[in-house]
């Protein structure tokens, strides 16, 4: 999926109009309640950590401060619309076991595995802990060799799970999403935030 570049595509442009106008009708007070945003009333402007970043959202048009790609950008207006307040939960998915997410989500979860064996190959232990922690990550243990928890949005932490290369096996990698993540975002919109994190990584792993 192609994110940058999207200004003329007419479809998005017209889910971005009636993203901010459903969001136009929602005190700045309640929708940072319900997303985990910060409202300063003082300056009508919502606070929103995404990955490294803050992002300042102004009100009532919604603008933002950041030169964020806008598949990105809808995605976190999608996020404000939708938060109903629900609480993290620690349980973790895959994007199959999403609502609505058998066909869309299953799909994501293969194509993801796939993406994450390609980009990990060769890749050192060092080099992959590296650019997660670049992109705001923060690291858990579990069973897996690493497991790092990406700050999406506020009450959206996407999980990654990587076992590194042995001498029978190459590098893997599972995205997993927490159990109330339908209460923040689609499934569709689940699935572009994976896709934002894979070309994230790629990104990352480039810089290095």
């Known amino acids: ?5 999207q200004t003329e595509n007419r479809a998005f442009q017209e889910m971005l109009q009636a993203a901010v106008k459903r969001l ?7 929708l940072a309640a319900k997303s985990g945003a910060v409202f300063h009333s003082s300056r009508n402007v919502l606070e929103v950590l995404s990955f490294y970043e803050t992002i300042e959202i102004q009100l009532p048009e919604f603008r933002i401060n950041s030169n964020m790609d806008e598949w990105h950008y809808l995605i976190l207006l999608h996020y404000l619309d939708m938060a109903d307040g629900t609480e993290v939960s620690q ?9 609505d997410g058998l066909i869309r989500g299953t799909k994501f979860d293969r194509t993801a595995e796939q993406k994450l064996e390609k980009l990990l190959q ?15 990550a923060e690291f858990t243990e579990t069973k897996a060799d690493l497991c790092a928890v990406f700050p999406v949005l506020p009450r959206y932490p996407v999980t990654l799970k990587i076992w590194f290369a042995d001498e029978e096996f ?8 927490q159990d109330h993540a339908d209460h923040y975002l689609s499934v ?21």
Request: proline residues 3%.
């Open 1 to 5: 999926m192609e994110y940058k570049n």
């Open 24 to 30: 136009q009708n929602r005190s700045g007070e309640d």
């Open 91 to 99: 349980e973790l998915i895959t994007f199959g076991n999403l609502k």
């Open 122 to 136: 060769d890749k050192d232990p060092e080099k992959i802990q590296k650019a997660c922690k670049n992109l705001g």
């Open 170 to 177: 190459p590098a893997s990698g599972k995205i997993f999403l």
């Open 188 to 208: 569709e919109d689940a699935v572009t935030v994976g896709e934002i994190l894979l070309q994230k990584l790629s990104e990352a792993f480039s810089s290095l």
